[in-house]
């Protein structure tokens, strides 16, 4: 948890990061990346996911955002949002 916590203090734990230099915006994104790898129960670790993605997004890091969005699908648990990923196949 002291990484989410670091990465949160680091942010400032607002979604703004226009405010943040480059180093910062960098440093969150790694932090939020190693959060997702400890072994975690399914539910956190989708919530994880879900905030490593938005981050990935949010600073133009496309691919890695891909590859957050893909473990959320495959293996993320929220019914939820399973539901409207499906539909957005078809």
């Not at 960098?26 to 190693?34: H, P, Q, T, V």
Request: aromatic residues 8%; positive net charge; without cysteine.
């Amino acid at each position: 948890m002291t990484i989410e916590l670091q990465r949160r203090q680091l942010s400032g734990a607002g979604l703004d990061l226009s405010s943040l230099s480059e180093e910062q915006k960098k440093r969150s994104l790694e932090l939020s990346a190693y959060f997702t790898v400890p072994t975690m129960e399914a539910s956190h670790m989708t919530i994880a996911w879900f905030s490593a993605m938005n981050l990935a997004n949010r600073n133009k890091q496309y691919s890695t955002a891909l590859n957050f969005a893909n473990n959320l699908i495959e293996k993320g648990t929220n019914a939820k949002f399973k539901d409207t990923v499906s539909l957005g196949k078809s």
